[in-house]
């Protein structure tokens, strides 16, 4: 009885695990967003006129567009003026190995329970980590280069590809889309550049970390990745952030082009400090994730894990341009306390035979708010384009929502679109048949919504897999007693 | 020391006394029947005894093994070996059977301080059971009970309780809805299970099982007491002449 006590008053003190500050001194620019930040910023990154002029045109841009308010989310509003856009830990500007790292970020990591060094040797995961908008170590490098793949920060790939960045940077989400993406598009600190080669898979998953630091300092990550003809590529996309008692925005855009036959498999596993029990603090997440099958047969797969952020705002789309192309969404969204997420995706069918697959899983708990909108266009040429859309939603207790919000545009009478819903709750039955079993509450959660979680987590490469499940477990704590 | 003892005990849903003075006492290596009417309590007392939230103890005491049974939750009486087999076994989407009996089993395990076993000890020990309930492989790989027939999701009950080996299972009619052979195979299962150092109590509503599954008491329950108790022939009475002529026998313990 006094274990069983002790075992969930130890869960529900444990709260965010990953909350701890890095003692790091950064070089950061005043708050604030004008156009000499945006030259502050790109002048640091010693960029090319070029990129400089994009970003200032993008900042003209997003001076004429209004914040969205159309999702079914609700926060104060934002200052873009108290926002610090430049901050960049303190350290020699090339790395070549960990030892050149500062010992206090290797520390972090280890915290994380991610050590770059066993990551590096056992693994076979090459690591490009991204701490504080700058990218501070990248391994494997070399491995990769030798297969012609290109993968490690955004500003090397400026200095380094600069025709490659030119050509697609803005092909898939352009600077004006949105009034997020705008401002990424302005003040982009650093990302992931990734290039594969034609006829090239990657012969391992690419991944990358990453963590919110310095106090206020908004993240506005930029990661382009390219599969050219035939080329294959797994990505892994992962984070942990620091406790923190003032909301932060993270707006990032991801980009993926896939060429003719081209593979591309997007995994995320999304753990930004969500705010406390009552909901303060917590990280804003309007991200922009958008893939384009430009080539014949080829295909783009989104697979993501939502646990974290106070708010989460994404819709990780697909634009099937080539014919026989194939977009893939699959989700798993938690709220807990008082998190809101509005998520889904977009397909957007425009070559023939194009198909697509979406199947997101919600769950919500305590006061959460869990919004799956998603929209299926099936354009007038996209001849014999097939969808299924499968959204499931599961409630933890009675104070919180589940709220689905299917689009579905067929411009095409040989095009069809299947769309199936479900909201279910865990039982109390089920709960106690667990227990009965031996198992206790948590786990017994943990068990049944992992089963639910299933055809979403099958996607996920193996050890990325057994991460979420357990990240699961640590955002669903206390939600049952 | 017996292996449980139930004295007094009420209990009560809503407001509504269910219960009215349980009094019996079951020893390691006995067999225990309850027969009774629709409604009498049957599944209110298994429900009870395994913890059930919806009900409320308002009298008596329990002890299992010595200790008081309603200072342990659900989760550690069953670690502490009692096991119900439901009346109405509960699906879980998703979830594989053989692994949630895996992390079943390991909990208990753990509780007990033995070591966990891992995926190739536990494949080998469930092959082995699942031919005790002369159960198809297929079942391990399905989710918990969903889309099973009634008569499997029963089976699979045994197969539970065969793979965790409790000290104290209450089986609740858990012959309705198996076949006729299924019956027998998994009546033959339970016996294979009995020993000297654990206990079951069968409710039912028909002798047929107690002619595979041999009791050594057999109690009547109606309106929540335990109103007579004899030998296995008075299963066969009662289904001869029903449970109108039974009345409750003064001060009548076990
Ligand atoms: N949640 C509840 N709310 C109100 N009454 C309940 C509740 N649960 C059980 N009861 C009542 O308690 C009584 C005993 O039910 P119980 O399920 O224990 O009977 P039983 O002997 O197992 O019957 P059966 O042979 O039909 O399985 C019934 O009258 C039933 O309606
Ligand atoms: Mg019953």
Redesign the interface.
Known sequence: ?NN?TNTIEEFAAQEYKYGFVTDIEADSAPPGLNEDIIRLISSKKQEPVWLLEWRLKAFQHWQTMEEPHWQNIKYPPIDYQAIVYYSAPKQKPQLKDLSQVDPELLKTYDKLGIPLREQEWLAGVAVDAVFDSVSVATTFKEKLKELGIIFGSFSDAVHEHPDLVKKYLGSVVPANDNYFAALNSAVFSDGSFCFIPKGVRCPMELSTYFRINASSTGQFERTLIVAEEGAQVSYLEGCTAPMRDKNQLHAAVVELVALDNAKIKYSTVQNWYPGDKEGRGGIYNFVTKRGKCAGVNSKISWTQVETGSAITWKYPSVLLIGDSSVGEFYSVAVVNNYQQADTGTKMIHIGKNTKSTIVSKGISAGHGQNSYRGLVEMKKGAVNARNYSQCDSLLLGDKCGAHTFPYIEVKNTSAKAEHEATTSKI????I??????????E?AVN??V?????EVFRELPMEFAVEAQKLLGVSLEGSVG | MSLLEIKNLHASVNGNEILRGINLTVNAGEVHAIMGPNGSGKSTLAGVL????AYTVTDGQVLYKGNNLF??????R??EGL??A?QY???????NNSY??K???N??RK?KGLEQLDAIDFLALIKQKVKIVEMDESFLNR?VNEGFSGGEKKRNEIF?MAV?EPMLSILDETDSGLDIDALRIVSEGVNKLRSKENATIIVTHYQRLLNYIIPDVVHVMKDGRLVKSGGKELALELEDRGYDWVHEEAGQTV
């Open positions: 009885m069983e039982g109390d039955d089920q106690f048949y667990c227990k009965q079993r031996g198992l206790s509450a786990d068990l049944i992992n089963g639910f979680c299933k | 395994a913890g059930r939230e200072d342990m939750v659900p989760e550690e069953a670690r096991f119900l439901f076994p509960v699906e879980i989407p998703g979830v949630f009996l992390e079943s089993l909990a208990i509780h989710p539970h965790l």
